[in-house]
């Protein structure tokens, strides 16, 4: 817990410094936070991203940043990371025309989503280390992250470890989140392998942080910035 937004911010500039200074394991990088939408939410997430060392890929790009991991350890670099990537995921990124014949229009999408297949399991969730879920969903669209793509990623060696669900949307965009959280305890941990949540975050599977009460954890600034 911290007493304001100027400490917390403080915290995560802390952790930046020493990433930038010692940095980090060349066998967890490149660390990729995927931020879903361009709202206010999203802005908000990234304002605090971008205390830490970091650079912004384009979605297309992520691949190619990822090449590397998947070489043979003997011709993997060794080098530590002294810095993190985000990446921006927009409607266009997370779905395409199940017409092959046809191209993404938002205007369309939003219209006729029946006419769109998801694809972000395919385009960006197999490169990112974590996800920040910002964006407004209704059922009529089609999910973000169902189960069983969740399932089958984690089997293929995804190196997902958490998700941020800023959104809650409780059995939404997001299919596994099945609860919100509280703010005294705010993290589950979902094991893909079994199907089974946990409240510790000692074992397998992917950490999600559910609170559907987050805004307010700042409202008494809020007030005093009017």
């Not at 395409?96 to 999408?109: E, G, L, Q, V």
């Not at 089997?155 to 965009?173: A, E, F, H, Q, R």
């Amino acid at each position: 817990m911290y007493p304001s937004l100027a400490a917390a911010k403080a915290a995560v500039i802390a952790i930046g410094e020493e990433i930038a200074t010692y940095g980090l394991p060349s066998g967890i990088c490149p660390i990729v936070f995927a931020f879903t939408g361009s709202g206010n939410v999203s802005q908000g997430a990234q304002e605090i991203f971008k205390l830490l060392p970091h650079t912004f890929v384009d979605a297309e790009k992520l691949p190619e940043l990822s090449a590397g991991k998947s070489l043979p350890p003997h011709h993997q670099s060794t080098r530590r990371a002294f810095q993190l990537y985000g990446c921006v995921v927009t409607s266009k990124d997370m779905v395409a025309p199940k017409d092959p014949n046809r191209c993404f229009d938002k205007a369309d999408y939003y219209a006729h989503p029946e006419y769109y297949r998801p694809v972000f399991h395919e385009r960006i969730a197999p490169y990112a280390s974590a996800i920040v879920n910002c964006m407004y969903w209704e059922r009529r669209f089609p999910r973000l992250l169902s189960i069983d793509q969740l399932q089958q990623l984690m089997k293929n060696g995804c190196p997902l470890v958490g998700i941020s669900d800023i959104t809650c949307d409780i059995g939404g965009s997001i299919e596994f989140v099945n609860k919100s959280t509280s703010i005294e305890r705010p993290f589950f941990r979902y094991d893909t392998s079994t199907n089974l949540y946990h409240d510790d975050m000692e074992g397998d599977g992917v950490i999600c942080l559910a609170v559907d009460i987050l805004p307010t954890e700042f409202s008494r600034e809020f007030v005093a910035m009017r």
